[in-house]
């Protein structure tokens, strides 16, 4: 079944069956473990709806959310702490948040049990939510996610997922900020990612957030910059798959550092921005201990 686009109508809680007799129940226990957290969960012979629901109970105490009350009858867990930030003509790939933390299905489960995934998109918090038409082509609905390839200024926005079927609903917004490059850069400063190094130490930089564009059987072929130019690096400096690795950091690592990507006629590029600090060993060497005036050292 394929979800349609409708705009969400009113539905309402699951109300939680009471067995008449213990004996009925066929009850099994079953420890759960998500994220390193160990839940006990009951097994029922209940439909996957229900389930999914008693599921998310587990990891409302998790996301640091806020739920609300929603006007459609939906729980609405509001937006993901999951923010997207791309800059305009790169590939993206949104995922509804609830199938990545709020309950314990994927998108096949919940399609089987007959909940309907629906996005919808709006300017912002509180501000009318209009069902998306899906063109198939530049923006395309792909399972439990949206895929632009490439986006667009007006791509930003609070895009919702909402999932339900006529007596359970569930809804989360995603951030998605598309930005241009500062003049004369090839990034926007607003949307660099920053990292630390101690001079003299060991320092590896990743290439982030680029899961989505990385095929398994294959190495990805990945170009560095520092300060937007192309650099004969020095020879403790190597590349490894998704990393740069400064093996003995200098005063002069400080910058910024670009990695770009191609992924099919694409291309992605993300930047960190390095600053490097003294080594906590050699400051704590360099320091003598304060005497009081007068007073002379042995």
């Given at each position: 079944m394929e979800p349609s686009d409708a705009s969400p109508g009113s539905c309402y809680p699951v109300a939680?069956?009471?067995?008449k007799k213990e004996t009925q129940q066929r009850r099994e226990m079953n420890w759960i473990s998500k994220k390193g957290t160990a839940f006990k969960s009951w097994k029922m012979k209940a439909p996957i709806p229900?389930?999914?629901?008693?599921?998310?109970?587990?990891?409302?105490?998790l996301k640091v959310v806020t739920k609300r009350g929603s006007a459609d009858g939906c729980t609405d867990w509001s937006v993901d702490i999951k923010k997207y930030q791309v800059l305009v003509g790169e590939?993206?790939?949104?995922?509804?948040?609830?199938?990545?933390?709020?309950i314990r299905a994927n998108y096949s489960l919940a399609q089987s049990a007959g909940l309907s995934l629906m996005w919808y998109k709006s300017s912002g918090p509180g501000d009318f939510e209009e069902p998306i038409a899906f063109d198939g082509n530049r923006m395309s609905k792909e399972e439990d996610s949206i895929w632009f390839r490439?986006?667009?200024?007006?791509?930003?926005?609070?895009?919702?997922?909402?999932?339900?079927?006529?007596?359970?609903?569930?809804?989360v917004s995603i951030s998605l900020?598309?930005?241009?490059?500062?003049?004369?850069?090839?990034?926007?400063?607003?949307?660099?990612?920053?990292?630390?190094?101690?001079?003299?130490?060991?320092?590896?930089?990743?290439?982030?957030?680029?899961?989505?564009?990385l095929l398994p059987t294959r190495e990805p072929e990945i170009l560095w910059y520092k300060e937007?130019?192309?650099?004969?690096?020095?020879?403790s400096i190597v590349f490894k798959r998704d990393?740069?690795?400064?093996?003995?950091?200098r005063e002069d690592d400080i910058g910024n550092y670009t990695c770009e990507l191609k992924y099919g006629g694409f291309v992605v590029r993300r930047t960190t921005e390095l600053t490097v600090t003294e080594n906590?060993?050699?400051?704590?060497?360099s320091l003598s201990p304060l005497l009081p005036p007068g007073s002379h050292s042995l």
């Amino acid at each position: 079944m394929e979800p349609s686009d409708a705009s969400p109508g009113s539905c309402y809680p699951v109300a939680q069956r009471k067995p008449k007799k213990e004996t009925q129940q066929r009850r099994e226990m079953n420890w759960i473990s998500k994220k390193g957290t160990a839940f006990k969960s009951w097994k029922m012979k209940a439909p996957i709806p229900h389930l999914i629901l008693l599921y998310a109970t587990f990891t409302q105490s998790l996301k640091v959310v806020t739920k609300r009350g929603s006007a459609d009858g939906c729980t609405d867990w509001s937006v993901d702490i999951k923010k997207y930030q791309v800059l305009v003509g790169e590939p993206v790939r949104i995922k509804c948040a609830l199938f990545y933390g709020y309950i314990r299905a994927n998108y096949s489960l919940a399609q089987s049990a007959g909940l309907s995934l629906m996005w919808y998109k709006s300017s912002g918090p509180g501000d009318f939510e209009e069902p998306i038409a899906f063109d198939g082509n530049r923006m395309s609905k792909e399972e439990d996610s949206i895929w632009f390839r490439p986006t667009l200024l007006q791509d930003s926005g609070l895009y919702a997922c909402v999932i339900r079927n006529s007596t359970y609903c569930m809804k989360v917004s995603i951030s998605l900020t598309v930005g241009e490059n500062d003049t004369g850069l090839c990034y926007n400063s607003r949307m660099k990612y920053f990292d630390k190094a101690e001079l003299s130490k060991s320092k590896e930089i990743s290439c982030r957030d680029i899961e989505d564009f990385l095929l398994p059987t294959r190495e990805p072929e990945i170009l560095w910059y520092k300060e937007c130019r192309t650099k004969t690096w020095r020879p403790s400096i190597v590349f490894k798959r998704d990393t740069l690795l400064i093996r003995e950091v200098r005063e002069d690592d400080i910058g910024n550092y670009t990695c770009e990507l191609k992924y099919g006629g694409f291309v992605v590029r993300r930047t960190t921005e390095l600053t490097v600090t003294e080594n906590t060993m050699s400051i704590r060497h360099s320091l003598s201990p304060l005497l009081p005036p007068g007073s002379h050292s042995l």
